[in-house]
């Protein structure tokens, strides 16, 4: 199985920054998608970024130009910096890992921002 472990959020005034990570461990597969998911109260879960082993990226057009997701693969680790961050980008952070049809999630962490 794999387990991920994931850490960086906090409280944050608006135009701030924070910076996730998430480190994979366990029966880890060389090509894989890795990113987070966001999910804030009366809200559907949205996916925030993507990306994979070959560092293709994929952004929610709510964070494009703000947030960069980068990978290592070597450590198996992906990092979300998150810029200018806005009160509706609140939410629980949750990170996942894909590989075929497995899909494996984080324990989440909570990012609020205030306005």
């Known amino acids: 199985q794999v387990q991920l472990v994931e850490s960086g959020g906090g409280l944050v005034q608006a135009g701030g920054s924070l910076r996730l990570s998430c480190a994979a461990s366990g029966s880890i597969f060389s090509i894989n998608t890795m990113g987070w998911y966001r999910q804030a109260p009366g809200k559907q879960r949205e996916l925030v970024a993507s990306?994979?082993?070959?560092?293709?990226?994929d952004y929610a057009d709510s964070v494009k130009g703000r947030f960069t997701i980068s990978r290592d693969n070597a450590k198996n680790t992906v990092y979300l910096q998150m810029n200018n961050l806005k009160p509706e980008d609140t939410a629980v952070y949750y990170c996942?890992?894909?590989?075929?049809?497995?899909?494996?999630w984080g324990q989440g962490t909570q990012v609020t921002v205030s306005s």
């Open positions: 990306i994979t082993s070959g560092a293709s990226t």
């Open positions: 996942f890992y894909r590989w075929r049809s497995f899909l494996y």
